[in-house]
């Protein structure tokens, strides 16, 4: 056998993207609601049961990172805190 063999840890030849990314710089989130065009984003909205929701998800990184967003479920509620009653706005995945 050439070489030798210890016990001691192996360093890995590639950076793992979760600690790369944490290290270099944050990720910024945002959930922005839109009038029923996509042309203006809604400050306030209000909405009843059963109406539709234009909903944008996304995420702000550098311009050579581009990442996807994906939303497995989202609740609305009349309060900030409020632990009831609260709405499936997204469900199922998506």
Same mark, same amino acid.
């Given at each position: 056998?050439?070489?030798?063999?210890?016990s001691?840890?192996?360093?890995?030849? +590639?950076?793992?993207?979760?600690?790369?990314?944490?290290?270099?710089?944050? !990720?910024?989130?945002?959930? =922005?609601?839109? =009038?029923?065009? +996509?042309?203006?984003? !809604?400050?306030?909205p209000?909405?009843?049961?059963? &109406? !539709? /929701?234009? /909903? &944008?998800?996304?995420? $702000?990184?550098?311009? #050579?990172? @581009?990442? #996807?967003?994906?939303? =497995?479920?989202?609740?609305?509620? @009349?309060?900030?805190?409020? $632990? +009831? @009653?609260?709405?499936?706005? /997204?469900? =199922?995945?998506g």
């Amino acid at each position: 056998r050439m070489g030798s063999v210890s016990s001691g840890a192996v360093q890995p030849t +590639w950076v793992p993207f979760g600690s790369t990314m944490a290290h270099r710089r944050r !990720l910024h989130f945002a959930l =922005d609601v839109y =009038d029923s065009t +996509w042309s203006s984003r !809604l400050h306030r909205p209000s909405y009843s049961l059963g &109406e !539709l /929701i234009n /909903i &944008e998800a996304s995420v $702000t990184t550098g311009p #050579r990172l @581009p990442l #996807r967003v994906f939303v =497995d479920q989202c609740v609305a509620s @009349p309060r900030v805190a409020a $632990t +009831w @009653p609260k709405y499936k706005v /997204i469900a =199922d995945n998506g």
